[in-house]
């Protein structure tokens, strides 16, 4: 009896094993759950990408649901995005804020006058610790705040067109009042 639980365990302990993964393996990448749905946006003061339009605190949030997109310059998947973030906001769909995610304050201004600026406001976060307050993992990552400075929804990864259209667009305009 022994001898077959001890042949067994291993068998068991590899099943349950594989059941954690193929749940894992089965959910979206994007679909992150965040601490800080339903929360107010964090209270940090980051100084402004040079020449790039103002920072923006909390109090910045309230009247207009926001979307705030953290993108660095080094980050490849935000360049992939960043085209339409810049239509969202010359349609004026949606008002976006930036937030430089463990960036170089002039790499970020330099990124920005290449690609060109979507952010009504915009923030450099050089050591990260603003992106923390955010529950940022990584660039890109995107919230929707809405009028009242609550986190009403956060994608992970790069907007994509349906992504814009399906998810966020929806929620935008629904936070908006």
């Keep these: 009896m022994r001898n077959r639980l001890r042949h067994a365990l291993p068998l ?3 099943a349950a094993l594989a059941v954690s ?11 992150v759950p965040s601490a800080l ?23 910045d949030f309230q009247g207009e649901a926001t979307l705030v997109n953290v993108f660095a310059s080094w980050c490849a998947s935000c360049l992939d995005e960043h085209p339409l973030l810049m239509e969202i906001s010359a349609a004026g769909t949606a008002r976006v804020f930036g937030l430089a995610y463990r960036d170089d304050p ?7 006058d290449r690609h060109g600026n979507p952010y009504a406001a915009t923030a450099v976060d050089i050591d990260g610790r603003g992106g923390v307050e955010w529950g940022v ?10 009028a009242g400075g609550i986190i009403v929804y956060k994608h992970v990864g790069p907007i994509t067109r349906d992504i814009w259209r399906d998810d966020m667009l ?4 629904g936070a908006g009042s």
């Design 170 to 173: 929806p929620v935008i305009t």
């Design 106 to 112: 002039a790499a970020a201004s330099a990124w920005l």
């Design 137 to 146: 993992r990584g660039v890109p990552e995107t919230f929707v705040v809405d």
């Design 12 to 14: 068991l302990a590899f």
């Design 37 to 59: 749905i339903g929360d107010p946006v964090p209270e940090i003061v980051l100084p402004a990408v040079e020449h790039h339009g103002p920072s923006f605190t909390s109090t």
């Design 21 to 31: 993964l193929a749940i894992g393996l089965g959910r979206d990448p994007s679909h």
